[in-house]
């Protein structure tokens, strides 16, 4: 059976924490930010997490079955 390729666009957009959750970044930080308020944009900075429901199909893309 041929090895799993770990999804390049993926790779590029998660990464892995010391406890095992994967870490994301936030959407509409890109542009358009003159309507948005300071702390909005603040908050969008930050990293997330991916939501539990959606971990498997993350691992999935990043080959950690």
Request: charged residues 45%.
């Given at each position: 059976m041929?090895?799993?390729?770990t999804n390049s666009s993926a790779k590029k957009?998660?990464?892995?924490?010391?406890s095992g959750?994967?870490?994301r970044k936030h959407a509409f930080k890109n542009?358009?930010?003159t309507k948005k308020e300071?702390?909005?944009?603040?908050?969008?900075?930050l990293p997330g997490l991916v939501h539990s429901s959606d971990e498997k199909s993350?691992?999935?893309l990043l080959a950690m079955r």
């Open positions: 041929p090895k799993m390729k957009r998660f990464t892995i924490t010391g959750k994967i870490k542009h358009i930010l300071k702390k909005r944009k603040r908050n969008l900075a993350v691992k999935r």
